[in-house]
């Protein structure tokens, strides 16, 4: 059984850092693109950065240039989110994916997903 365990989240202040981790477990995604998605209360899914298989190629959502960074650790099958500068707009439940099938940044294109992580922001 495939499982993404996301974790790493907490509370935080305004202008304070945080580091996401996704364990991939039962399966290698060495060759495949991974993704971190995040959710606000009452909104859609959104698109927060992927990273291909060679950890090479980044994207990222326009919002989250600069302050986001998306790496990995396939030694590991761990996939990381750096989040620095946080605002209260971070605010929602991350998640990663795996397994891109479509666009990388819709996602329905992501075949396994993690169960989810909640960062809280405060101002």
């Known amino acids: 059984q495939v499982q993404l365990v996301a974790s790493g989240g907490g509370l935080r202040q305004a202008g304070d850092s945080l580091r996401l981790s996704c364990v991939a477990d039962g399966r290698t995604f060495r060759t495949d693109v991974m993704a971190w998605f995040r959710q606000a209360p009452g909104k859609e899914r959104e698109f927060a950065a992927a990273?291909?298989?060679?950890?090479?190629?980044?994207y990222y959502a326009d919002s989250l240039k600069g302050r986001f960074i998306i790496s990995r650790d396939d030694s590991k099958s761990t996939l990381y989110l750096q989040m620095n500068n946080l605002k209260p707009e971070d605010t929602a439940v991350y998640y990663c994916?795996?397994?891109?099938?479509?666009?990388?940044?819709?996602?329905?294109?992501?075949?396994?997903w993690g169960q989810g992580t909640q960062v809280t922001v405060s101002s």
């Open positions: 990273i291909g298989w060679s950890g090479g190629d980044t």
């Open positions: 994916a795996a397994d891109l099938r479509g666009s990388i940044d819709s996602a329905s294109s992501y075949f396994y």
